[in-house]
Structures are given as C-alpha cells and as structure tokens.
C-alpha cells in the first residue's frame, strides 16, 4: 500500500488577487504537523489549497496516492455533512466505537441547533475519524469547546494515524499531538522537523543570529567606509599641498 504523502513545491497562494502565500516547500507525511503563524499569515488558506478547492498560482501540490481521502475538519460547524449523517445512521463496529469514543447521543442530530459548538466539532472529527481519512486537516479544533471536549478530542485525534495538519492557538493541544512544525509568517513557509517549542527557539536563534551577522555586517562597512574617507581626506590635503608648493615656486 502506497505511502501518502502531501507535497508543495514552490507553491504560491493568491486571494482575492493577494499574495497570502510564496514560494512554498513543504512535505508532509504521517503524522501531525502544526501549522502556526499570525492571524493573516495563511494557515487556512493552505488548508483549502491542499483540499483542492483553492488552486496555487504557481508551483507544485500534490497528494499522493491520487485516491487518498482528504478530510478537511472547517473551525465552524454550522451543519451536519455527509459523514456525520453517516456516522449517525451507521451500525457498524466501527461507527458505534467513535460514537462511543466522543461521547456521541445517536438521537443528536434531530436537534443539531441546539448543539452545543463542542458537541457538533465532536460530530465533526468522530465523522472524519470514521470515515478512515489519510490526511486530516484540522482548522481551531478545540476553539470555544469546554475542558471534557478537549480532552474527548485530544484522545481521539491521537489514535490518528495518516497525515494530519493542526491549525491552532491552543498550545497544548499542539504539544500533545504534533512532532513537526510548518512555521508562516511574511508569506513564506519554514518547515522544521521539531515541536513546536523547540522550533520556536530554532526560529529565535536563527533570526538572532541573523540580525548579529546583519549587525557586524555593518560595522565592518561603516570601518571600510570610514577608511575610504580617511584616505580621501588624505588625498585632499596631498593635493592641496602640491598646487601651494607650485605656487609658492612660481
């Protein structure tokens, strides 16, 4: 059975005629990556673009095999999809366990807008889960859910075991679940094989140490150019005393 894998090269995202997103490497495969970054700095965008609803503008992404199964798992709930109307009728081995696992009521789904928002992202992930996905995208799981959620959820996605991107603020979901780290910001990508902890501090070394190169960078031109002035001071006044010695013989 073939390997999935999620692969960008050079990939850029453009919305609403915006660059969001630039020369993109990135390969992703089993296991969870969390994908961090400022609001704006193109998370979601690069989840819609790996569902195939958001075509690059320029470069490479591809999912491999073709036939994988993408399940995209939206920050909003509003309404039950396919998989969830499945996973609520299904009476199968597999359905009842998730149902189970996420503390599911089979009878939910006639009364969906009362749900709770944590009770509908419950639906939402056991749905995916069931469905046996090979990449999971995940976008705010754990956004305005209560603790008994959290943790409902936590232990679920962990038995994951395909691709998973995880879009979130919640620091300890991310340290829970995610080995690797997909860093964005300045609409560029900086993929770190490291928690996300340890490639913050990677990330802070290395723009520490650029800004020291960039500072002794320019201490070493502000002495070259200060040598430059000297001499041509030195040229000046070389000058100057040659045309008075001519005219002092003259």
Known sequence: ???TTITLR???LVRAETVVLDEVDATFERGFTAVVGESGAGKTTLLEAITGTLAPARG?????????LVVLCAQRVDEPDARVLELARAHDRSARRWRARLS???DALGRWPTLSPG??????VAAALAARA?????DEPTNHVDA???????????RFGGVALLVSHDRALIDALATRTLWLEERRAVELELPYAEAREALRLRRASAIDAHQRARRRLERVEGRLAAA??????ADRDKKSGRRMKS
């Open 60 to 68: 490479a992404l591809r999912v491999e095999p073709d036939d994988a």
């Open 10 to 12: 050079g990939v850029r």
């Open 1 to 3: 059975m073939q390997r």
């Open 119 to 124: 009770e509908r992202k419950r639906w939402q």
């Open 232 to 237: 041509r001071e030195r040229t000046r006044h």
């Open 148 to 158: 008994e959620t959290r943790a409902l959820l936590v232990g679920a996605l962990a």
């Open 134 to 138: 090979d990449v999971l995208l995940l």
């Open 104 to 106: 599911l009521d089979d």
